[in-house]
Structure formats: structure tokens, C-alpha cells
């Protein structure tokens, strides 16, 4: 389902533009935590450390959501509702060096603690919704 | 039980920081949607319009999770759990007047749709966690 992430909107996951991505703890609670992502066609591609807590809760519950707005205008966003189809390690540390470039410029991801783990998941988008307030014309569709 | 947002962080409020705030669908699935924030030294405030997915999510189940990142620098930001204690119309008006001279400089809020009832949504914050600070 790749046209559920519309092309006017697609230029947020080419630019350093940080997801904020919900995923469920064990009791059923939201956790909200920012993370890197891009987009490949058809997944959302995020990128994190093995271990964690959204790790732990996407491999027992894969449905999540996430918000990614325009760094130059935070009125211009696209929230996403979808699942996690895939997580792997396979990948992950040239994935993460990518995103590195992306978001800070470097060609390598400048932290990494001795015996990180790196993964990969994949997410499927299954509702999109997007905001495109240009506040010059001062209009907003909520 | 209540954690406050620790002092260095509370400058987060009076910037124009958007707080990412995750709800909970009726199936129990996470939803994340940007909103403007507040705090009054104990509940973090937001405010909404009567009968968005949101505002429902929250009646329903009123655990929520926020993410607010400094503008200046999206690597500085806290992450808070909590639930909503209070959801109420009283004072929702004059909060998004103000709201809206802090995100947009602007004495009255510019987006209001005719009609629109605004709730001023109060969240206690059960975990609060800081990075980057």
C-alpha cells in the first residue's frame, strides 16, 4: 500500500526530520519516543537499539503510530498508523550509518557503546492522515 | 504519582514546542497527533476541540504518553506517561487565546471553526524521563 504515504508528503522522510513513533507497553499504555526513520516505497524504515523498551513492546504488540512534521513548519505533518512487519539485525549498522548522513551529516552514527545491538523494523502504513497549514494564509482543515 | 517536570526542562513550555501526544484508540492501537502544551507546575495542560479522535480517545482511556523535543534541538527532549485527570471547558477559551500568543504571537486564536467547543485537558504525569539535557 505504498500510495497511502502521499507524494507531496514524501519529502519528509528525504530530510532530517525526526519521528515521533507510539508503540504499547505491557499493560496496554502508550510510550511515545522519537526516533530516525525513512521511507522505502512501501515500509516506513525506522532503526534502534535491541533491547529497548519499544523493542520489547513492538515484538509483543506490532501496532503502532507515529508523527513526522516538516522541520521548517511544524503545522505541515503526516501521522501514520500501521504495524511492524519485520525486525532485523541483518543491515542494521550500515542502515543506521545512512540515517546518520541523513539526519547529522556524518557518514557514520557517532555513538555507538560496545555491544549495542542495532535493529531494523519495518513498518506497514495502514492510515494516513496529513495537515498542510501554510500559516501565511492562516488556514487550517483539522 | 505525580513526577514533575524537572526545572532545566521547563523551558520547553515557554518555547514553542509541539508536545507529540499518544492516545489510545478504541482497539487499543496507539495514535500520535501534535499538540500545543502547558504546564502549571504540576499537570501538563492541553487543549482541544470537543469531539476529535482525541479528545474521545481520552474518555474513553485516559492513559497517554507525550514526546515534546526542543525546537533548537530535537536530541534535548522529555518523554512523559501519565493520564488525563480532568478534561473540562472552563477556562479552554482564555487557554488557547494564550496558547496562541506564545506559538503564533497572536491575542486570539486564529483557527477556530465555527461552532468549536475547546477543552482544556489536564494530564498528570506518572513518568517523566529527560535526554540530551
Excluded at chain 1, 514524501?10 to 499504555?29: E, K
Excluded at chain 1, 505541515?76 to 549498522?93: K, L, M, N, S
Excluded at chain 2, 527532549?77 to 494564550?98: L, S
Aim: positive net charge.
Amino acid at each position: 500500500m505504498p500510495d497511502l504515504i502521499p507524494a507531496e508528503f514524501r519529502d519528509l522522510f528525504q530530510r532530517p526530520a525526526i519521528a515521533n513513533l507510539a508503540t504499547l507497553m505491557p499493560d496496554g499504555r502508550p510510550q511515545v519516543t522519537p526516533v530516525w526513520c525513512e521511507f522505502d516505497g512501501t515500509h516506513v524504515v525506522f532503526n534502534s537499539v535491541k533491547g529497548r523498551q519499544k523493542h520489547h513492546n513492538m515484538r509483543r504488540d506490532p501496532r503502532v503510530s507515529f508523527e513526522i512534521f516538516d522541520p521548517d513548519n511544524p503545522y505541515r505533518y503526516i501521522e501514520v498508523r500501521g504495524r511492524v512487519v519485520e525486525i532485523t539485525e541483518q543491515g542494521a549498522d550500515a542502515h543506521i550509518d545512512k540515517l546518520a548522513k541523513k539526519y547529522l551529516g556524518v557518514d557514520k552514527h557517532p555513538r555507538k557503546p560496545p555491544g549495542e545491538i542495532r535493529i531494523i523494523f519495518k513498518v506497514l502504513p495502514e492510515r494516513v492522515r496529513t495537515q498542510g497549514l501554510d500559516l501565511r494564509k492562516g488556514k487550517v482543515s483539522e | 504519582m505525580t513526577q514533575p517536570i524537572p526545572a532545566n526542562f521547563q523551558d520547553l513550555f515557554r518555547k514553542k514546542a509541539f508536545a507529540e501526544l499518544a492516545t489510545l484508540m478504541p482497539d487499543g492501537s496507539p495514535q500520535v497527533t501534535p499538540v500545543w502544551c502547558d504546564y502549571d507546575g504540576t499537570h501538563v495542560l492541553l487543549n482541544t476541540a470537543q469531539g476529535r479522535q482525541k479528545d474521545r480517545n481520552v474518555r474513553r482511556d485516559p492513559r497517554i504518553a507525550l514526546s515534546i523535543l526542543d525546537p533548537e534541538n530535537p536530541y534535548r527532549y522529555v518523554e512523559i506517561r501519565g493520564r488525563v485527570v480532568e478534561i473540562t471547558e472552563q477556562g479552554a477559551d482564555a487557554h488557547i487565546n494564550q496558547l496562541a500568543k506564545r506559538y503564533l504571537g497572536k491575542d486570539v486564536y486564529p483557527f477556530r471553526q465555527p461552532g468549536e467547543v475547546r477543552l482544556l485537558v489536564k494530564v498528570q504525569p506518572d513518568r517523566v524521563r529527560t535526554y540530551g539535557g
